[in-house]
């Protein structure tokens, strides 16, 4: 039954370059992925509506034996995926800077990439940050944690630099978005010797990289975030490996995700560890793109176009949320007048993610597209310099 889940993803292999690397344009299984995993983050936070609940929820998170008990396993629902959505996003991060490496044999991709990235998840941040420091100086939204942080506080934060962008004590989604921001910059030292190396070579490098990152696995605080962006980095190398795709190795490594997937809600310590969040993260995204029915429901038109809004919606729904949680929960007190405000407050999300992304992130992306081409040869190459850039063959 794998192998003909499989079959459908061969299909998709069928242009290789000398190396025996896919070259096919894209990777259609993490569209479907990158939705499921904004939506996962954005109902993680589902306690921001309601102080209250937030609260409960952030004093059981830190209790180990929480999950013996009926309730625990409850809150498992929003709190273990949303955490592995994270990670989901940071390996996804590696996957998308280093895969057209590996179609093409080449580097060039790394040109332009992290002037784009910085400029496309940046620049749209500043009107997060702003709207979000308007309502608290009003008194209309929370801050981090469902209260309203001191004055002190938020300015202090905003006295770091470029790097205020995202030290907030308002947002406290933003935190992960300098991982995601100089993720090409860790995929290319960790690409540029593997793309030179034999495979056990290869397998030997990725191991000694993610040791290097995995910090002592005990302690869950030493595990780098750059740790996710590496097992990206691999995921990328088998992706676009057609003898890996089409071996049976990948069978056996398909039932393997499956069994894996399971290990964020183990009872125990090991569900708080962020290997686990981390190994389940890589199982769902290998099983997305190897295994054929998840591979339908993740790559198709409906999950590419709804992809486009992912980033605009993990961005703003706090902003939502912890408005509503101070201006218009405290207002409701029966249980239908709460649901109510949750179903409002939530459509609310979805609409600004949309909106935002239309009169912010495309005119953002246009700015820095021509602004990268001004920076880099492309303007000189147009006016028909005679200056052009000599590939890196690798």
């Known amino acids: ?178 991982y995601f921001l100089f993720a090409p910059v860790v995929s290319f030292a960790v690409q540029y010797p593997a793309l030179k190396l034999r495979p056990q070579a290869r397998i030997a490098w990725y191991l000694l990289c993610l040791l290097y990152l995995g910090g002592n696995f005990s302690d869950e605080k030493t595990v780098s975030e750059y740790f996710s962006v590496v097992v990206g980095v691999i995921l990328s190398d088998v992706f676009s490996n057609r003898a890996t795709s089409n071996s049976d190795f990948l069978k056996v490594g398909v039932l393997i995700s499956f069994a894996t997937l399971f290990f964020p809600w183990l009872p125990g310590e090991f569900y708080a560890h962020k290997l686990s969040q981390v190994i389940c993260a890589a199982s769902f995204i290998l099983l997305a793109q190897f295994w054929g029915p998840l591979n339908l429901a993740m790559d198709n038109v409906v999950m590419q176009t709804l992809s486009k809004y992912t980033y605009q919606l993990y961005i703003w729904h706090l902003v939502v949320l912890n408005t509503f949680a101070a201006s218009v929960t405290p207002k409701a007190s029966a249980f239908q007048e709460k649901l109510f405000v949750y179903v409002v407050a939530y459509l609310i999300v979805f609409v600004v993610a949309f909106v935002s992304y239309w009169i912010i992130e495309v005119p953002c992306g246009r700015m820095v597209t021509s602004m990268v081409r001004w920076f880099t040869n492309d303007a000189l190459n147009q006016r028909g310099n005679r200056y052009k850039p000599v590939p890196v063959q690798v």
Not at 43 to 72: A, C, M
Not at 128 to 144: E, K, P
């Open 1 to 178: 039954m794998v192998g003909n889940c499989l079959v459908r993803c061969r299909r998709k292999s069928a242009f290789v370059n000398m190396n025996g690397r896919d070259q096919s344009v894209r990777l259609g299984s993490i569209d479907g992925v990158r939705v499921v995993s904004a939506i996962l983050v954005v109902f993680h936070h589902f306690p921001s509506v309601d102080k209250g609940i937030g609260g409960n929820r952030r004093i059981l998170s830190h209790i180990t034996s929480y999950q013996e008990t009926f309730w625990g396993y409850v809150l498992l629902i929003p709190v273990g995926p949303g955490k592995i959505a994270v990670q989901t996003f940071l390996i996804m991060s590696g996957i998308v800077s280093t895969y057209p490496c590996w179609r093409t044999g080449t580097i060039n991709s790394y040109e332009k990439s992290l002037l784009k990235r910085f400029g496309r998840l940046a620049l749209p941040v500043l009107p997060v940050q702003l709207v979000h420091l308007i309502l608290y100086s009003l008194g209309y939204a929370y801050g981090n944690f469902s209260r309203f942080p001191s004055a002190d506080s938020v300015r202090r934060s905003y006295t770091a630099g470029i790097s205020s962008i995202f030290a907030s004590e308002l947002n406290g989604a933003l935190w992960v978005l300098p």
